[in-house]
């Protein structure tokens, strides 16, 4: 099962939108709603942030959303703030076998 | 509060054993799903092996069949990931994260490292 695929970096200014995207298949991110994103910290462990493609746990801000259509999903974060510095994964259900795959990973940097 | 805390990483030689163990507190730990994450230095997160509530249902990524064993123990509100046969690529931080829902991962513990080196 490959990775799924996302950009190696993004960068946005402070008050800024930015968009990760996460491109899988047919078999992962096309067949399930089952999509979720985490941030992580250097050193730190993720933090969910997403799940379900669009919903977002509580006590994370509401300046994270996500979406998908057909095989890509994608994470929005709006107003950047220093803090959002870090980075980002997807992950997909791929099927009760092959289980969950990861993106390879999205470093965010705030100019 | 809601907590996992991995424990049992370390250094060990190619073709070696180790055996870690993660422990829950703060939740119903045998109402939950339970998988092992691990991330190579540097790289990005790599899904290992998921166990069911009950502990009948286990899978495995391709690339630790046969090696890895997962397993819990409810009464001890623990989980667990015996890892024979290990090789450098194995060489990662291994974090236990709980299963919210299929395919979301909250909390993850703050993982233990394994390092495969002679």
């Known amino acids: 099962q490959s990775a799924l695929t996302q950009p190696a970096s993004v960068s946005g200014s402070p008050g800024q939108s930015i968009t990760i995207s996460c491109t899988g298949t047919s078999s992962d991110v096309g067949s399930y709603n089952l999509v979720s994103w985490y941030q992580q910290h250097p050193g730190k462990a993720p933090k969910l942030m997403i799940y379900e493609v669009s919903k977002r746990p509580s006590g994370v801000s509401n300046r994270f959303s996500g979406s998908k259509s057909g095989n890509t999903a994608s994470l929005t974060i709006s107003g950047l703030q220093a803090e959002d510095e870090a980075d980002y994964y997807c992950c997909s259900y791929a099927g009760s076998s092959i289980s969950w795959v990861f993106g390879g990973g999205t470093k965010l940097t705030v100019l | 509060e809601v907590q996992l805390v991995e424990s049992g990483g370390g250094l060990v030689q190619p073709g070696g054993s180790l055996r870690l163990s993660c422990a829950a507190s703060g939740f119903t730990f045998s109402s939950y799903e339970m998988n092992w994450v691990r991330q190579a230095p540097g790289k990005g997160l790599e899904w290992v092996s998921y166990?069911?509530?009950?502990?009948?249902?286990?899978y495995y990524a391709d690339s630790v069949k046969g090696r890895f064993t997962i397993s819990r123990d409810n009464a001890k509100n623990s989980l667990y990931l015996q890892m024979n046969s290990l090789r450098a690529e194995d060489t990662a931080v291994y974090y236990c994260?709980?299963?919210?829902?299929?395919?979301?991962?909250?909390?993850w513990g703050q993982g233990t490292l394994v390092t495969v080196s002679s």
């Open positions: 994260a709980r299963e919210r829902g299929v395919g979301w991962f909250d909390p």
């Open positions: 166990i069911s509530s009950s502990g009948s249902t286990i």
